[in-house]
C-alpha cells in the first residue's frame, strides 16, 4: 500500500541540525511532491516546504529560509528535510505528505508519514 | 498568503449529536481548494474532505463539507465515540496555509 515512513526520534542540543528522513513506497517516487509540515506540541500545522522528487527542485517557507533544506535520494525513494541552527522552538513533530503529482491535478495531503519527533534541549 | 480562521475554538458535544465546524478564508479560495483533516492524539493528520466537499476514500458519510469563496463549513451528522478529535481547515493551492484548528471534546 501507499505509505511514508519516518526516521525516528531526534534529541538534539541548542544549534545543532538535525535530518529526518521518509521513505516512500507502494507508488512511483518521482511523480508526486513531498511537502513537510511541523507541529509544536499541543499547537497547531505549519507548513514549511516542498521537494519535487523528480527534478529535486524545492520552495521553502519565508520563516524557515536560510536554515532548511529538503533534497532526496530516488534510489531509495527517500525525501530528507534537515533544519540548521536548532532552537527550543523547533521543538515538533514534523511530518512529511505526499501532495500533488508533479503534472497533474492539485491535491491535499492524502498520505502522511507517521511523525518525527524533534526535541531540542539542552 | 490566505489566512484561514476556524471557529469554534473548542466545541462540547455528547455522541449523537450533530457538529458544526466554521474556516473563514481572508481571501477568494481559488479552485475551492478547501482541505479537512481530522487529527487525533499521537497520530497525523487524516484527510477528510477536498474539494471543499468531497470525501476522501474510506470516509463515513457523516461527514460533510460545504461552502465556496471565503466561507466553508465542515458537519458531522450524528459524534460517534471515535469523532473527538481536533479539526484543520486546509487551503491547498500555492500557501497549503492551514486553520488554527477546532477541537471536538466530549462533554
Known sequence: ?122 | EIVLTQSPGTLSLSPGEGATLSCRASQSVSNNYLAWYQQKPGQAPRLLIYGASSRATGIPDRFSGSGSGTDFTLTISRLEPEDFAVYYCQHYGDSRTFGQGTKVEIK
Open chain 1, 1 to 122: 500500500q501507499v505509505q511514508l515512513v519516518q526516521s525516528g526520534t531526534e534529541v538534539k542540543k541548542p544549534g545543532a541540525s538535525v535530518k529526518v528522513s521518509c521513505k516512500a513506497s507502494g507508488y512511483t517516487f518521482t511523480a508526486y511532491y513531498i511537502h513537510w509540515v511541523r507541529q509544536a506540541p499541543g499547537q497547531g500545522l505549519e507548513r514549511m516546504g516542498w521537494i519535487n522528487p523528480n527534478s529535486g527542485g524545492t520552495n521553502y517557507g519565508q520563516k524557515f529560509q536560510g536554515r532548511v533544506t529538503m533534497t532526496r535520494d530516488t534510489s531509495i525513494s527517500t525525501a530528507y528535510m534537515e533544519l540548521t541552527s536548532l532552537t527550543s522552538g523547533d521543538t515538533a513533530i514534523y511530518y512529511c505528505a505526499r501532495a500533488s503529482p508533479i503534472s497533474g491535478m492539485t491535491l491535499a495531503y492524502e498520505i502522511w508519514g507517521q511523525g518525527t519527533m524533534v526535541t531540542v534541549s539542552s
